[in-house]
T-cell receptor
């Protein structure tokens, strides 16, 4: 059983297109995240949702819009894709509260050409 | 916001030697410090964590130490093996919603 799963695993698209990445967790966690990992492997938090409510928005361009239809799902929609959006995007989840592990999905490698 | 710095960025050791990775954080409110291992093309996975009320924690060949006063924490891997080769990330977290801030990563290469 995959704890945190995201689709697709690979995404190649042209500049200017709109694309979505989906994430689902079956751990019963109440907090979900999106992280961006650039070519230098740096992991940067983008968004965090707790019980479907946006908690963290780390100065991400408004072309990125997360949506959480329920506690188990957090999707990421990206409008007007740019070359600089190319990265690996990781979804993660944890149980809200102090000091609990974040579980990561397998990542989505987005390539904008 | 929190700023986590991690050193070194790359570390090469001989099999059987020890490896040490160091991190500093800026926000004294941070209270949870996990370490993640990321193998090539895979997801980050937790290997050990420590909370602010503990100074040291050990799990077989892996140990983590925390100095709250100096705001730094370290990962120690003893008797390294080739399968320890990966990128290691430290992180600091605080608050009720586990806002994780990651260090820039250390690429560990264990030579057989």
């Amino acid at each position: 059983d995959t704890a945190v799963s995201q689709t697709p695993k690979y995404l190649v698209t042209q500049m200017g297109n709109d694309k979505s990445i989906k994430c689902e967790q079956n751990l019963g966690h109440d907090t979900m995240y999106w992280y961006k990992q650039d070519s230098k492997k740096f992991l940067k938090i983008m968004f965090s949702y707790n019980n479907k409510e946006l908690i963290i928005n780390e100065t991400v361009p408004n072309r990125f819009s997360p949506k959480s239809p329920d506690k188990a799902h957090l999707n990421l929609h990206i409008n007007s894709l740019e070359l600089g959006d190319s990265a690996v995007y990781f979804c993660a989840s944890s149980q809200g509260g102090r000091g609990t592990e974040a579980f990561f999905g397998q990542g989505t490698r987005l390539t904008v050409v | 916001g929190e700023n986590v710095e991690q050193h070194p960025s790359t570390l090469s050791v001989q099999e059987g030697d020890s490896a040490v990775i160091k991190c500093t954080y800026s926000d004294s409110a941070s209270n949870y410090f996990p370490w993640y291992k990321q193998e090539l093309g895979k997801r980050p996975q937790l290997i050990i964590d420590i909370r602010s009320n503990v100074g040291e924690k050990k799990d077989q060949r892996i140990a983590v130490t925390l100095n709250k006063t100096a705001k730094h924490f370290s990962l120690h891997i003893t008797e390294t093996q080739p399968e320890d080769s990966a990128v290691y990330f430290c992180a600091a977290s605080q608050g009720n919603f586990n806002k994780f801030y990651f260090g820039s990563g250390t690429k560990l290469n264990v030579k057989p």
